[in-house]
Structure formats: structure tokens, C-alpha cells
């Protein structure tokens, strides 16, 4: 084993090239050399890139349920959902491509998926089912994770080329007609208000559910 190599090193040290490179530069490889070892010594804690995608996303939600635990609860389940949507979607934002390392990802320290107890038990309480409650938890994750990696993907195309999601150009590259596309175009938001919006619809459908 490579003296010094640690788990939190190692993922410190892959989120710090995630933030520097992205995504697509992130190998094992890539990891090796920016500790300085041999890729070999890295097997010991990781033992391929999944692997590593799944300490990387582990330590992410750690500090969402730190930050959750640190914030008193709402006035009811659906100032609870909220709030967990609004740090999650935080907490991705920290990192390029944040959403990302999330996707398809499983858990590594038993204590974080442990956290989702209290948030079953109020969502149960609060009239849900238990495969209601579990399905809310998801649907919340999900539409965040989406909508991260829509935010993080648009943002970073327009970095590299700013006319890329020029509206005038749209519009004069569709033509004659869709006037409804056009003007739906010239609606959109990104950021807070969009993110805020969406999740309102969200949890007005699973208010619906649970009556």
C-alpha cells in the first residue's frame, strides 16, 4: 500500500481534478499522477472508476446531511422536501459537474443512507405510505440531479462559446412560424427562480398524491 494514500486523499484530490478538468478527465490514471503514485497503489481504496465515482458522491452527501441536520425542521413535510432539494442542489453546484459524479453512484459509509430514516418516518407520519415516502425522496433527488446537470452543461457550453444559446439567433434560425416556441424561448429563466419553480410543481404533484 502507498504510504500516505488514504480514502479522504483520494477523494479530496479527485474532487479537486473534477473542478479543474471536468467529468471526462477524471480517470483513475489522471488521479495516479496527481497524487504522484503509481496507478496501481490507488486499487487498494478504489478498485476501478465506479468505485471512486462512489466515495466521491458518499463524501458529497455526508455534507448534505451535515447541512441538513444543522437546519431546524419545516413547518411540514414539504418545507422538509424543499430544503433538502435546495441544499442538495448546493452542494452539487460546489463542484464541476457535481450532478454528475451522483448518477448511478451507491453509497459507501452505511451512515449516510441510515440518515434517510428520519425523512421516511416524517413523510409517513405526515400521511404518506412508506413506498410514497420512498418515491417523494427519489423523485426530489432525481429532479435535482437533472436539473444540475442541465444548469452546470448549459453554463459551461455558453463559457466556451457565449452566442451558443443566442435567442435572436434561434429565432432567426427557425424562421416563418412557431411563434408559441419562439415566445416560450423568450421566457426562460435559469438559476434560482426556474430551479425554485420547477420544485413548487414537483411537490404540488405529491401533495396531490397524498391526499
Do not use: C
Not at 483520494?10 to 471536468?22: F, H, Q, R
Amino acid at each position: 500500500m502507498a504510504k500516505g494514500i488514504t480514502r479522504e486523499r483520494i477523494v479530496t484530490a479527485a474532487l479537486e481534478l473534477l473542478d479543474e478538468k471536468g467529468m471526462d478527465a477524471l480517470t483513475v490514471r489522471a488521479l495516479a499522477s496527481r497524487l504522484d503514485v503509481a496507478a496501481p497503489a490507488l486499487y487498494w481504496h478504489v478498485r476501478n472508476k465506479q468505485e471512486l465515482l462512489d466515495e466521491m458522491s458518499t463524501f458529497v452527501m455526508r455534507r448534505v446531511t451535515d447541512a441538513l441536520s444543522s437546519i431546524p425542521a419545516g413547518a411540514d413535510w414539504r418545507d422538509d422536501l424543499a430544503t433538502y432539494g435546495r441544499v442538495l442542489r448546493t452542494e452539487y453546484l460546489r463542484h464541476r459537474d457535481g450532478a454528475r459524479i451522483f448518477s448511478g453512484t451507491r453509497f459507501s459509509d452505511p451512515e449516510v443512507v441510515k440518515a434517510k430514516e428520519s425523512w421516511l418516518a416524517r413523510l409517513t407520519e405526515a400521511g404518506f405510505s412508506l413506498a410514497e415516502a420512498d418515491d417523494a425522496i427519489e423523485l426530489v433527488t432525481a429532479f435535482v440531479v437533472g436539473f444540475v446537470i442541465e444548469e452546470q452543461e448549459r453554463s459551461q457550453s455558453a463559457g466556451i462559446d457565449p452566442a451558443r444559446y443566442s435567442l435572436a439567433d434561434r429565432d432567426a434560425w427557425l424562421g416563418e412560424g412557431a411563434e408559441l416556441v419562439k415566445a416560450a424561448g423568450h421566457l426562460r429563466d435559469d438559476g434560482d427562480q426556474r430551479f425554485e419553480r420547477h420544485l413548487a410543481v414537483l411537490l404540488d404533484g405529491l401533495a396531490a398524491q397524498s391526499r
